[in-house]
């Protein structure tokens, strides 16, 4: 395999390049990989791997390059803060795509009346970011996959191919989707010239800063699994909604050591039915002291009328 290398060179206009490997547990090269370099939520380089899992980006601007983000389909994404290896090898570990019967644990756990309530665990979460409320006008770029998965085996056929696109939304528009939540609640008719029966809300993209929400807070108890912590002081954290009537939702957090989150699973279930819908997010690591929830990466899902799951990936190749 090639060998790869940090460099931080003068380049015209104040620009540095940075180039290195993306490869697997195995030593096999990952192509088609996203590596940026960020500086805050400014993405300040941008890359994909060859075929043969090289990389090169050009860091814009003069601006100090605080952490590099690598995100691959298949593979966990991570996160990479200085000072940075020399030779730069990032090796990636594979990463099941989580499916929709992940999301019944949530739902069954609320149940249990052995659970023990920690109220002040959420809080501390949500003081390690800023007030959602307060956030300004959010663009992500994005590429996206749509598949669907058949019942009752849960085997994955694709059904369209990849595509580019950009979202952006201003804070007015987040209290309008956060208003929309509170009139109907977490799910509400589809379109009647589309297949789908049931619309929900965007919380892997746009509305990912709802788990972060005052309404979010005071309608969910939260449930900390102290004995799940690893070695790195990772736990994990659920979220069980109070009123389980009509259509709510279920959320597993997975907690870094700093009480930031790295991971949020949500179903969103009806009182007298099986998990409809939910999704998967993941985050980067937030500036300090308060930063923001950033997704790397994230999945959607809902049941459709015929019984089998709609599901679409998303892969973040920007966010400012």
Same mark, same amino acid.
């Given at each position: 395999m090639v060998g790869a290398s940090l460099s931080f060179m003068a380049a015209a206009r104040g620009a540095a390049q940075l180039s290195g490997v993306v490869r697997d547990e195995a030593g096999r090269p990952i192509p088609a990989a996203v590596v940026e370099g960020w500086s805050g939520h400014a993405r300040t380089g941008f890359s994909e791997t060859a075929d043969n899992g090289l990389f090169r980006i050009v860091v814009e601007g003069g601006r100090p390059l605080e952490s590099i983000a690598v995100r691959a389909i298949g593979f966990r994404p991570r996160a990479l803060a200085p000072p940075f290896a020399i030779p730069l090898v990032i090796t990636m570990q594979a990463s099941m795509v989580p499916?929709?019967?992940?999301?019944?644990?949530?739902?069954?756990?609320?149940?249990?009346?052995?659970?023990?309530?920690?109220?002040?665990?959420?809080?501390?979460?949500?003081?390690?970011?800023?007030?959602?409320? %307060?956030? $300004?006008?959010? *663009?992500? +770029?994005?590429?996206?996959?749509?598949?669907?998965?058949a019942a009752p085996?849960?085997?994955? !056929?694709?059904?369209?191919?990849?595509?580019?696109?950009?979202?952006?939304?201003? %804070?007015? $528009?987040?209290? *309008?989707? +956060?208003?929309?939540?509170?009139?109907?609640?977490?799910?509400?008719?589809?379109?009647?010239? !589309?297949?789908?029966k049931w619309d929900y809300p965007p919380l892997e993209r746009e509305l990912v800063t709802h788990f972060l929400s005052r309404r979010f807070a005071a309608s969910h108890r939260v449930v900390g699994f102290a004995d799940s912590a690893d070695a790195k002081g990772v736990m994990a954290a659920l979220l069980c909604a109070q009123r389980r009537t009509g259509a709510f939702v279920d959320a597993i957090v997975t907690l870094r050591a700093d009480s930031t989150i790295e991971l949020i699973r949500w179903s969103v279930k009806t009182a007298p039915g099986a998990p409809e819908a939910g999704g998967a997010v993941l985050l980067l690591p937030p500036d300090q002291p308060l930063g923001r929830l950033v997704p790397t990466a994230s999945m959607a899902w809902r049941r459709t009328m015929a019984g089998t799951y709609r599901q679409r990936t998303y892969l973040f190749t920007g966010w400012k």
């Open positions: 499916l929709p019967e992940i999301e019944v644990v949530a739902a069954e756990a609320c149940t249990t009346t052995r659970s023990r309530d920690h109220p002040a665990l959420w809080a501390a979460v949500r003081s390690k970011y800023a007030d959602p409320q %307060a956030l $300004g006008t959010v *663009t992500a +770029e994005f590429r996206s996959f749509d598949d669907v998965v085996d849960l085997s994955v !056929r694709r059904d369209s191919l990849p595509g580019r696109g950009k979202f952006g939304l201003t %804070a007015e $528009g987040r209290a *309008t989707l +956060e208003g929309v939540i509170q009139r109907r609640g977490y799910r509400w008719p589809g379109d009647p010239l !589309r297949a789908e």
